[in-house]
């Protein structure tokens, strides 16, 4: 490939690599020489592509990160994969834009594997508001420069708090960006909904990062996410056994004896637990909260009068 543009392309692939290549290794590959090689390089800089040079009797060529974002480069597959990618991402108007531009540039063999993975998957839109991609960016670079966030946030009743937070991971669950941290002054690790977020600057002091909770923070994560993030916690006494439940509900089930079970249920809504307890078709005790039995005596009076 001895064409200019062609031979640049193929430069530029070599260099995304993440290793340094020598000017003789470079040349070899592109079947030019070490002094074509050098003249490309510095064409790629003056695209905008920093390809940073090593000192030595060798020499060696690597591509680094510049102060913009150049051209990127990919190959059949990454191109599909950043294209489904975004395409179910729902991560509001960035993705949307990243999206389009990648689409229109996306050759036509592409475009029809891209649009027949589309047509075989559903993508359900995610409901309500999403993070915005500067808190994301912000709340990371403060984890890697472990430094204090401090900020506003607003929790599933409205309530608005002040917060300072010592920031450890964010987490992507059920389609949300979450961020869990140690919160100074809970003295305890807490679990935010990144779109509740509202940051301010400038963040606090820098901190020592701790041991995750629980020492695993996907055990953590399980147990917390599962049932402590929701407002509503219902207890259930269920008359069948542990086993009939087994798969067919997102509960903690736990046996009383061979014939009868405690359902305990986390939600935002006391309708949703209604209606996944009828799904059950079980004859069934309200234990906690008298909240819940009310809510039940209100659909069954509604029911009774529509029959």
Same mark, same amino acid.
């Given at each position: 490939m001895r064409e200019t543009p062609g031979r640049l392309l193929r430069l530029l692939s070599l260099l995304q690599m993440h290793r340094d290549w020598s000017g003789t290794e &470079?040349?070899?590959?592109?079947?030019?020489?070490?002094?074509?090689?050098?003249?490309?390089?510095?064409?790629?800089?003056?695209?905008?592509?920093?390809?940073?040079?090593? %000192?030595?009797?060798?020499?060696?060529?690597?591509?680094?990160?510049?102060?913009?974002?150049?051209? &990127?480069?990919?190959?059949?597959?990454?191109?599909?994969?950043?294209?489904?990618?975004?395409?179910?991402?729902?991560?509001?108007?960035?993705?949307?834009?990243?999206?389009?531009?990648?689409?229109?540039?996306?050759?036509?063999?592409?475009?029809?594997?891209?649009?027949?993975?589309?047509?075989? %998957? &559903?993508?359900?839109?995610?409901?309500?508001?999403?993070?915005?991609?500067?808190?994301?960016?912000?709340?990371?670079?403060?984890?890697?420069?472990?430094?204090?966030?401090?900020?506003?946030?607003?929790?599933?009743?409205?309530?608005?708090?002040?917060?300072?937070?010592?920031?450890h991971r964010l987490v992507s669950w059920g389609r949300r960006w979450y961020l869990v941290g140690w919160d100074t002054s809970r003295d305890d690790w807490r679990t935010f909904r990144a779109d509740r977020v509202s940051l301010r600057t400038p963040n606090g002091p820098r901190f020592t990062h701790r041991e995750p909770p629980d020492g695993d923070l996907t055990a953590y994560l399980t147990r917390t996410m599962g049932r402590e993030m929701w407002p509503l916690h219902c207890s259930l006494r269920i008359h069948a056994p542990a086993s009939e439940l087994a798969g067919r509900v997102e509960g903690e089930v736990t046996p009383i004896d061979a014939r009868t079970c405690r359902l305990e249920l986390a939600s935002d809504s006391y309708d949703v637990v209604a209606f996944v307890v009828g799904m059950l078709d079980v004859a069934f005790e309200v234990e906690s909260p008298p909240e819940l039995a009310e809510r039940l005596r209100t659909l069954s009076a509604r029911y009774a009068e529509a029959t």
């Open positions: &470079l040349a070899s590959r592109l079947g030019v020489t070490t002094r074509t090689v050098r003249r490309d390089v510095d064409r790629l800089r003056e695209l905008g592509y920093p390809v940073h040079a090593a %000192m030595g009797p060798v020499g060696g060529y690597r591509l680094g990160a510049g102060s913009e974002l150049p051209p &990127l480069l990919l190959d059949d597959d990454e191109a599909v994969a950043v294209t489904i990618a975004l395409h179910t991402s729902g991560s509001g108007d960035a993705s949307l834009r990243a999206l389009s531009k990648l689409t229109r540039v996306l050759p036509s063999r592409l475009r029809h594997r891209v649009a027949a993975l589309e047509a075989s %998957m &559903l993508a359900l839109p995610v409901r309500g508001p999403v993070a915005d991609p500067a808190v994301l960016t912000a709340v990371s670079a403060a984890i890697r420069a472990a430094e204090t966030l401090r900020f506003d946030y607003e929790s599933h009743d409205g309530t608005s708090s002040r917060r300072s937070v010592e920031p």
